[in-house]
Nanobody, 127 residues
Framework: VQLQASGGGLVQPGGSLRLSCAYS????????IVWFRQAPGKEREGVSC????????YYSDSVKGRFAISRDNAKNTVYLQMNSLKPEDTAVYYC?????????????????????WGQGTQVTVSS
């Protein structure tokens, strides 16, 4: 199982970025996938979760209303559209899955639950 996050970069406050998480090695169409982020000196934070069908999504309070998660199973890719970016969104963003089911568990934002992680992509929000 391989997950590869991409799409990060430097953006000004108020700007937008779209991250991609491409998966391969196993059909992850049946499993929920989660985006996390980790800022320097901080714990890894769950950002968003999407169910296998894409029909159910969850967001942390810190990004709700600004970020949107989606997936295209035909392309084996999960996206994170990030709008109205703030300096506090600066972090390395990771995608992850535990291949334990198609639904976002009630503890979806708990990082130790996940076995498979992408390598991360840096997002820097700065003027």
């Amino acid at each position: 199982v391989q997950l590869q996050a991409s799409g990060g970069g430097l953006v000004q406050p108020g700007g937008s970025l779209r991250l991609s998480c491409a998966y391969s090695g196993f059909t992850l169409d049946y499993y929920a996938i989660v985006w996390f982020r980790q800022a320097p000196g901080k714990e890894r934070e769950g950002v968003s979760c999407i169910s296998s069908s894409g029909g159910t999504t969850y967001y942390s309070d810190s990004v709700k209303g600004r970020f949107a998660i989606s997936r295209d199973n035909a392309k084996n890719t999960v996206y994170l559209q990030m709008n109205s970016l703030k300096p506090e969104d600066t972090a390395v963003y990771y995608c992850a899955t535990n291949m334990a089911g198609g639904y976002c568990h009630s503890t979806w934002s708990d990082a130790p639950r996940y076995t498979y992680w992408g390598q991360g992509t840096q997002v820097t929000v700065s003027s």
